[in-house]
C-alpha cells in the first residue's frame, strides 16, 4: 500500500536544512529532549528555533511549549478550586433556599397561627399556569424534597386553605387553578 502524495516529497530537498553539532554527545542529548517531548528531533528543532526567533523579535503574546503547559496546569488547579467552591456556594444557596422555604411554611404548620400568612409566590404562579399539577410535580417544581415532611405539609395546607377559598380545587390526578 502506497502513502498518499501530499505534495510535499517534491520539495524535499529544498525544505532541508542540514545543521552539524559540534560534538556528538550534543547530538544525543538533543535526541533524548525529543523523545523526552514526544516527538521528532526535526519537530523538536523547529519547535526551539521558532520559539528563540519569536523571542528576539518580541513576540509579547507568544508563549513557547513549556510556558504554555505551566500556564494550563495553573489554569487547571485554579479550575479544579473554582469547582471545588461552586459546588459549596451551590449547597450553601440550596440550604439557605429550605431554610427560607421553612421559615415561610412555619405559619401554615401552625394550627393555631395569629397573624398574616403569606403564601408562596411560586406555587401560587405555578397553579396560575392553567393546567393541573400532581403533588410530586408542584413539590418538583417549587424545589422541595419529598423528604423534607414539613415543607411538604406546609405546601399541602396553602393547597387546602386556597381550596377552602374556592381558588384551586383538585380534580382527578392534580390541584388546578380556578378560573
Known amino acids: 500500500m502506497t502513502k498518499p502524495?501530499?505534495?510535499?516529497?517534491?520539495?524535499?530537498?529544498k525544505r532541508a536544512i542540514y545543521v552539524y553539532l559540534?560534538?556528538?554527545k550534543m547530538a544525543e542529548d538533543w535526541k533524548n529532549k525529543a523523545d523526552k517531548a514526544g516527538t521528532s528531533i526535526s519537530k523538536f528543532?523547529?519547535?526551539?528555533v521558532e520559539d528563540s526567533i519569536k523571542k528576539e523579535e518580541g513576540n509579547q503574546g507568544y508563549l513557547n511549549r513549556l510556558e504554555l503547559i505551566k500556564k494550563l496546569n495553573k489554569n487547571e488547579?485554579?479550575?479544579k478550586q473554582l469547582r471545588k467552591d461552586n459546588r459549596l456556594l451551590k449547597q450553601l444557596v440550596d440550604n439557605l433556599d429550605t431554610e427560607v422555604k421553612r421559615h415561610r411554611a412555619k405559619p401554615f404548620l401552625e394550627d393555631n397561627?395569629?397573624?398574616t400568612?403569606?403564601?408562596d409566590q411560586e406555587l401560587l404562579e405555578l397553579l396560575r399556569e392553567g393546567r393541573s399539577f400532581s403533588g410530586e410535580e408542584i413539590?418538583?417544581?417549587?424545589?422541595?424534597?419529598?423528604?423534607n415532611i414539613d415543607l411538604v405539609k406546609g405546601v399541602n395546607k396553602q393547597l387546602s386553605i386556597l381550596e377552602t377559598y374556592g381558588l384551586v380545587e383538585y380534580v382527578g390526578r392534580g390541584w388546578k387553578w380556578k378560573q
Open 5 to 13: 502524495n501530499k505534495g510535499k516529497t517534491k520539495t524535499i530537498k
Open 22 to 24: 559540534p560534538t556528538q
Open 45 to 48: 528543532v523547529i519547535d526551539k
Open 77 to 79: 488547579e485554579e479550575l
Open 113 to 115: 397561627f395569629k397573624g
Open 117 to 119: 400568612r403569606r403564601f
Open 139 to 147: 413539590l418538583s417544581r417549587l424545589g422541595i424534597k419529598s423528604s
